[in-house]
């Protein structure tokens, strides 16, 4: 792939030599130096292709679009009223049906993470969260994965049908990183339950049958959380849960994705 053929699916706008949208929190030089690097472009295009969702990205580093970034699905007439005046609105605000059109507006959040194909997996997975059609997928994962834990650790008070609270996070922040495949979880940085839904995400895109291929470590014999420790006692039902959150999940995915078709992304 020659970087002419990358350019064709991921474009920029604006000067990224200077701060603009992507400016004003720690990093964002690092940022606007790989969002046009061909080397960080080619990445991320060799990242995309192994998954069968067609994707289209534009990066704009625009002071019109200072902290007007992850809005989710966004209308036409929103963009053409916020964004800069350049050629590239209007091909962003066609209805191409054969693409899910993505709008890079800044790298900026909690924990930060340079502006890498990774990232850019995770935070299309923040936007696609932004409606409550979609965001419901992420909250019946999580529940799924609270009742892998009462399951398999025996917490009468996390079976049957339960909805996530604040009082559930560093349980499942430490089941996640004991579980979870990907970098994150393996340095131990899953801080919020959420954001592990959002790494899955990312990680379901470097699959080409991610319904066969994803995978979650076995569950820890011990959960440490908060000077308290789980010891499992059933390995089996915790995994049958387990699985249960990752074909769902796999399948919202794809759901999510597909309705995603024709429309516009903004992060």
Not at 84 to 102: F, H, K, M, Q, W
Not at 123 to 142: C, E, G, Q, V
Request: charged fraction near 25%; aromatic fraction near 14%.
């Amino acid at each position: 792939m020659n970087i002419n053929e990358v350019l064709t699916d991921y474009k920029t706008i604006g000067d990224f030599d200077k701060t603009a949208s992507f400016g004003g929190y720690r990093g964002a030089d690092i940022d606007r130096k790989l969002a046009v690097h061909p080397t960080n472009i080619k990445k991320a295009f060799n990242f995309f292709g192994k998954t069968d969702h067609n994707f289209k990205f534009y990066v704009i580093n625009a002071k019109e679009l200072k902290d007007k970034g992850e809005r989710g699905i966004t209308d036409t007439g929103w963009i053409r009223e916020n964004f800069p005046n350049d050629p590239l609105v209007d091909e962003i605000c066609e209805v191409n049906r054969d693409v899910i059109s993505v709008c890079f507006l800044d790298n900026s959040g909690s924990q930060r993470v340079m502006f890498t194909p990774w990232i850019m997996a995770h935070r299309i997975s923040h936007a696609l969260a932004r409606t409550d059609d979609n965001l419901k997928h992420y909250d019946a994962f999580i529940s799924h994965m609270l009742n892998a834990i009462g399951a398999g650790y025996k917490i009468q008070a996390l079976t049957g049908k339960i909805r996530y609270n604040n009082s559930h996070e560093s349980v499942l922040c430490s089941f996640f990183n004991a579980i979870g495949k990907q970098k994150s979880s393996r340095e131990g940085k899953i801080s919020r339950p959420f954001e592990f839904v959002h790494e899955c995400f990312a990680k379901y895109l470097t699959y080409e049958n991610p319904h066969d291929d994803f995978e979650f470590n076995d569950p820890p014999e011990i959960i440490t959380y908060n000077r308290n420790k789980l010891y499992l006692r059933d390995e089996i039902y915790c995994k049958e849960f387990m699985d249960r959150a990752k074909y769902d999940i796999m399948s919202d995915f794809d759901s999510m994705l597909g309705s995603s078709y024709g429309k516009v992304l903004i992060m």
